[in-house]
Every structure is written in C-alpha cells, then in structure tokens.
C-alpha cells in the first residue's frame, strides 16, 4: 500500500522509530540488567507516549478532515496503535523479567 498523506507518513515513521528504540532498551536491560536503563526506559516511555498521542491525534483529526482517504488513515491508525501492547508487553516483561540471571 502506498501512503499518500504525509501525516499517515509521518505517523508511521515515529511508530517504527519509537518500537525499535524500545525493543533496543528492553533486549540491552535483560542483556546487563543496569538499574540505569530502567531510568532510560521509563523517560524513553513517557517521551514516546507524548510524541505517539499527539501523532495519534493529528491522525483522528486528519481521518475525520480527509473522509475520501479513510482506507489509508485507518490502517495507519491501527499500525500505530499496536505500540500500546507492545510497550505493555515490554513493561510486563521487565517486571517479571524471566531471563533474570540466565542471560549471563
């Protein structure tokens, strides 16, 4: 599919940023456990919560404003969505870290 708008573009590019820079935090924190990057992760979360739900928010706006592109204004919508699971999954995975003292 190709994305015409350059909001949906954009949206999708912080998504894809903020899922790769999350995943590279969780796999270095099971790799060394450092408290600092607890620290990290939990600034790295609520950055990437703000820039995600103001994302998302231009995209309701946009879907709502550009009615004819629906198609493509949806899927990007769900395609950013599918962050918040994922984060939840990471949280839950720190938290009860199964790898704990297996890694090293």
């Known amino acids: 599919?190709?994305?015409?708008?350059s909001i949906n573009r954009n949206a999708l590019i912080i998504a894809?940023?903020?899922f790769l820079l999350g995943t590279i935090l969780l796999?270095?924190?099971l790799i060394s456990e450092?408290?600092?990057?607890?620290?990290?992760?939990?600034?790295?979360v609520v950055v990437a919560l703000v820039l995600n739900t103001i994302s998302f928010v231009g995209l309701a706006i946009n879907t709502?404003?550009?009615?004819?592109?629906?198609?493509?204004?949806l899927i990007t919508i769900?395609?950013?969505s599918i962050n918040i699971p994922i984060t939840i999954g990471y949280i839950m995975i720190i938290l009860n870290n199964p790898f704990k003292?297996?890694?090293i």
Do not use: A, H, R
């Open 1 to 5: 599919m190709k994305i015409v708008q």
């Open 16 to 18: 894809t940023l903020s």
């Open 27 to 29: 796999f270095l924190y």
């Open 34 to 44: 450092s408290e600092t990057l607890i620290d990290v992760g939990i600034f790295y």
């Open 64 to 73: 709502l404003i550009n009615i004819q592109d629906y198609k493509e204004n």
């Open 78 to 80: 769900v395609l950013v």
């Open 101 to 103: 003292n297996t890694l």
